[in-house]
């Protein structure tokens, strides 16, 4: 027989939507989150054996998932660092592993009162996002935002790229620059108000995307990152993955109009995709954290 070893692997119960609803007072607050929970130890007999007594049911994992959440959220970071601890520290041979979650945003509704007390409509494009790694002693947490759509109407242009025998492309010093940015930050601390943090850091980042003439996405995603670092000594690196969604002047001219800028084709595909992850320098290139973590370079 051929022998076979079992190589990385992690198992749980993916997705499982928590609404959360605080109603201590009249006025209630929602938490909304998509959490997944992925263990990871020694589950060798499970593969090789059909032995399931290290199997911690993903069935039990989406029940503490929910019975966690009845102590309250608070931020998705610390409720998935509540979990990842219990996992980690009730059963011996679970040494790690990834809890993840999305947060969706609901706001209040403004109603003839002002601010509904228990009404919320769904707010913004963006998705906050959360992972908690553990892996043995080391805890890493990697905060995000994901879909947060931005378009600068002028400022932006792109020129001086290399003309081959493909390229059609004419330069441009005046064109829209859009793009719905997903990006993840590393902190190098545990111990921060992620709230708070999270709040910043999306204001630096939509900040900075208006500050500068922007030579390029890939120039505009410096800028962002910049800031990010500059502001929060507590983050170590910060990721993107943008599409660049392209926005082309139309022809108007078969009409006898002139088109100075002003009417624009909005192509959904295809789009550029610019990603980069950007380090405050002596940081580690590729630490271990990232792994399982889908869709950046
Ligand atoms: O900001 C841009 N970056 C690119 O790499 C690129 N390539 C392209 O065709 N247009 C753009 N725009």
Redesign the pocket.
């Known amino acids: 027989m051929t022998n076979i070893i079992l190589g990385k692997n992690q198992y749980g119960k993916a997705e499982v939507r928590v609404v959360r609803i605080t109603r201590d007072t009249d006025r209630h607050e929602i938490e909304d989150l998509n959490v997944t929970s992925q263990l990871r130890g020694d589950f060798d007999s499970a593969h090789f054996d059909g032995n399931n007594e290290h199997v911690v049911a993903t069935d039990t994992q989406k029940n503490t998932v929910f019975a966690f959440a009845k102590d309250g959220v608070g931020s998705p970071e610390e409720y998935l660092l509540r979990l990842g601890r219990h996992f980690t520290g009730e059963f011996d041979w679970v040494t790690g592993g990834r809890w993840a979650a999305e947060q969706y945003t609901w706001q209040r509704i403004e109603a003839e009162g002002g601010p509904h007390d228990h009404s919320f409509v769904a707010g913004g494009t963006e998705t906050r996002t959360a992972v908690v790694q553990i892996d043995g002693d080391d805890t890493t947490i990697i905060a995000g935002l994901q879909d947060l759509k931005v378009l600068k109407s002028t400022e932006s242009g792109?020129v001086g790229?290399p003309k081959d025998r493909y390229t059609t492309?004419p330069e441009t010093t005046d064109r829209i620059?859009a793009t719905s940015v997903t990006a993840k930050w590393r902190y190098n601390r545990n111990d921060i108000d992620f709230n708070e943090v999270y709040a910043d850091v999306r204001r630096v980042l939509l900040a900075s995307f208006t500050k500068n003439y922007?030579y390029?996405?890939?120039n505009t995603l410096y800028d962002m990152a910049q800031a990010v670092l500059e502001a929060h000594p507590e983050i170590d690196e910060i990721r993107f993955s943008t599409p660049?969604s392209h926005h082309f002047v139309v022809d108007l001219s078969p009409f006898g109009l002139e088109n100075p800028n002003e009417v624009f084709f909005a192509a959904d595909r295809p789009y550029?995709l610019?990603e980069a992850a950007f380090l405050r320098e002596g940081a580690d290139t590729d630490h271990w954290s990232w792994s399982g973590i889908a869709g950046f370079c």
């Open positions: 792109f790229y492309l620059l922007s390029a996405l890939q660049n550029g610019i």
